[in-house]
């Protein structure tokens, strides 16, 4: 295990190494320019001179990127252009309400993607089936920024039940929740289904049959956890996914989450923070993907860690 | 040549076995004129047709016969498992005085597992592989019988002791995966046997293990049996089988009795056409007289020379691996032209990885020379080779592209090779359609639209387009129903008077290769125990692996006495060790006549 966790760390550097240099020559070959938006439109050529060399932005690629890694290698993420604010600190402030709104996000697409998968597989082949599927496809194919809107207007303008957006309350938390979790509960249903569906033919679920056990208790006890152990996998990956629905959902709801940091960033070319913002979420992937396969060995004993 | 016979049903009744039991003695099970359909699009279509048998206490009923006879159904049917579309559609399944056909499932669920167990063929797959085996068990005895989960666990303790697995307290948290497939056949024998069950239906038991596994397997159900008065519904395609446990057996196809009978009765004077053929198709060991070997002519088409196959495995820090499994450990062998060498050996032992480094699948070591050309590494076997050396596998399901015609596939090893033009590939096929006893009309169809016999016919059409020296036959008709196997046995045979092709013939089954070789090794833990013509290695075993091996075959013959049990059989030690610790090599000792016999 700590052999394992060793070699994972090593591989985690290497990830994130090339995701640094990845985004920071995407930012360097980026024909936008941030000392125009530091300077503003009205400044001489003149003073957007000094500030470029002030943040060092003259300088040859390597010698940036070197700096950068530098800092990074003192857990320094850098100075915002623009917030006058140390990256770390604005990224700190803002993390609570995002890691929120994800754990939120997962268990509402672990809820009812898996209930539908579930119930869906039981039903196979009926109409309950077929609308559950559609249903599922229509999370599936539906893009964030309308299912949100769509979700804020019924039940925040027209049914006036919950807020339409802002932060602070569990009221707050649900269609924001909702909204990012959608997707994936398409996608969990139609693979809970068709696991589930594969489990139910296996030979020990005729044996658990054969020894008289309830119907209920041989779906709860010996299809589900079978069935489950793709699906687990799958929730490291989402964190992943999650990143992009995250700046859409924070935008369209006023959380004030990194989402939202990561997209005024963004407009405003502001380096140190889209640099910041990338390198968290890598973090996140990472230890979404090292949490599920740590957690895989706990539901299927046959895995064991390399 | 059986439908005659299959209409015969009035032949079940005969006055040796009334369906209701003799008098006196009330069977515990009766099934009388069942009959179950399968729901299509066109009506219920019926799979299993008017069967009746009657089952005593403490009595074995084996229910023989072919794939598709509708033998697995019928248990399944009295078990009330059967899959979603299939039911029963006239008849009735007696448990003493209750109608299993028309109980509810609440109160059906109650007999199963309890009143009535079964057991399945694949040990491997029939397991929860989350659970613990202990969890398994406890969760069977508690279904039933209102105890607690400290008392449950001693019933699970006493269940696995009486199937004799070693260790059984660290068997209980253990995961199937940790256990052998004869290990997780016990307990799943644990766990239907548990609760003493009137009935036990075990369908195929032995099918998938190893054939000393299915020895001791088929020992214990029987000593079982005897200890616990249960009786016994045995579904088996083995006719051996059959005449070693069953006292009674009913043979089965297309879903009709053909026939039913004290097992002496059906063996020594069968009634039905069909039967004597089933009988007659069965191979058995001894019962091809010696021949004398033939001339060898020419050098050989394959020679091995100290070949060695390993694979690494295991993990360090740096990814190196830590332990290496030894699957080829210095084998050695000749094979001369127009002739039939056979590897046996039980699972593991090695012998389908020789036949992948024949075929440049697996890395390896050591010598083979295919047809004068010498290799010395898997990036020897090149194009050229292949030619010479051809493969037909087990399964030919899963060998044929299911999206590709027949004659395409039968033709394609020849574009491959860049020989000849359309037609003439065409032609070629076409040819070794009829050589293999398949239609030319047959060539445009799809592998989905043959049998398993005639998929095989097709696989071996391909092995034979490139006109090879050598086909190595890897379990080429293991999955084949035994009057299928003796027709594709046949072929092969006249394929090589004809052709002058060598086998390199690799099976389980001894009583096929018994039936097949001219030589034959018997292979242990990557290397081989021993080795010589077919008359010395069965006629004369010397070595005890080989002794063993050959003792555990079922003979289908219920006079057969068979000798005193063997010592027990321990599990078969694992091939994978330590690196820089490789096995230590047995020496073969000549017995005479190129009899070579590994030294203890």
Redesign the interface.
Known sequence: MALYLARRLLQSVLILLGVTFITFFLLYVLPADPVRQIAGRSATAQTVESIREQLGLDQPFWVQYGRYLWGLLHLDLGRSYLQRAEVAELIWARLPPTLLLMAAAIACEVAIGLTMGIWAALRRGTATDTGLMLASFAGVSAPQFVVGLLLLYVFGVWLRWLPIGGYGTFAHLILPALTLGLLGAGWYSRMMRSSMIEVLRQDFVRTARAKGLTRARVIVRHALPNAILPIVAMIGIDIGIFMGGIVVVESVFGWPGIGQLAWQAIQRVDIPIIMGVTLVSAVGIILGNLLADIVAPLIDPRITLR | MSRTASLRSGAVQGPDTPPDGSPGVAPVLSVEGLTVSVATAAGPRPLVQEVSFALRSGETLAIAGESGSGKSITSLAV?G?LPPNVAPTAGRVMLGGTDLLRLPERRM??????RV??I?Q?PM???????TVGAQLV??IR??EPLSAREARGRALDALRAVRLSEPERRLSQ?P?ELSGGMRQRV?IA?ALALRPDVLIADEPTTALDVTVQREVLDLLRDLKRDTGTALVLITHDMGVVAEMADRVLVMKDGRTVEEGPVATVFEAPAADYTRALLAAVPRMGARPPAPPRPVAGPPVLALRDLVVGFDT????L?RPTHRVHAVEGVSLTIAPGETFALVGESGCGKSTIARAIAGLVPFSGEIEVAGRILRGQRDVTRAVRRDAQLVFQDPAAALDPRMRVGDLVAEPLAIHGIGSRAERRAKAEALFERVGLPRTALDRYPHEFSGGQRQRICIARALALDPRLIVADESVSALDVSVQARVLALLKELQDELGVSYLFISHDMAVVDSIADRVAVMYLGQIVETGTRAQVFGDPRHPYTRRLIEAVPVPDPRHVRPPRLREAREIPSPVRRRGDPPARMALRDMGEGHLVAEA
Do not use: C, K, Q, W
């Not at chain 2, 669920?109 to 309890?114: K, Q, S, T, V, Y």
């Open positions: 078990m498992l669920r109650a007999i199963r597992g309890d167990a079964m399945f694949e797959t029939s397991l929860n592989p989350v659970m969760e069977a279904a039933h995961y995966h799943m766990m295991g993990r360090g820090l990814g």
